[in-house]
């Protein structure tokens, strides 16, 4: 787990491991040493959101939002800390074809990139591009026959 980097956003939706019924993020707070603990909610048969006791560990949950080919990010996106002209970057690139997608300035560069390939493990391509804010050309996820 991401230290200070969740892997589920606020509003989002998931499930909990061993349970049926869809939840929402409802916050994200971070215990000393990293630790990643989420506030959820569920809604009600009136269509209200409700905030479920607890907190809740990223392991707890169950990604159910996928890309239209539910493609796992990590074979799809190559994920490296550069440096240019002496700034640190976070970049990630289509591995498909080397395409840069994304080169974001982050300080702890090194750190950044550790933390967004772990999320790119559990999550699909298409929601990972949405959550670090890069859209992607059509096409790219279709499945080699």
Excluded at 78 to 106: C, F, H, T, W
């Amino acid at each position: 787990m991401p230290e200070y980097h969740p892997i589920f956003l606020t509003g989002e939706a998931a499930k909990i491991v061993g349970e049926d019924e869809p939840i929402v993020i409802m916050s994200t707070n971070y215990h000393h040493g990293g630790a990643v603990l989420y506030g959820i909610g569920y809604y009600n048969d009136n269509g209200e959101l409700i905030r479920r006791k607890g907190l809740f560990l990223e392991r707890d949950f169950i990604d159910t939002q996928f890309g239209w080919e539910k493609i796992d990010a990590s074979t799809v996106y190559d994920i490296k800390p550069e440096v240019r002209n002496n700034n640190n970057y976070a970049v990630v690139y289509l591995k498909k074809n080397g395409m840069e997608l994304l080169a974001s300035y982050q300080l702890y560069h090194v750190d950044y990139v550790r933390c967004m390939n772990i999320v790119a493990k559990v999550r699909d391509a298409t929601m990972f591009a949405q959550r670090y804010g890069f859209s992607v050309p059509n096409l790219i996820f279709k499945k080699s026959k």
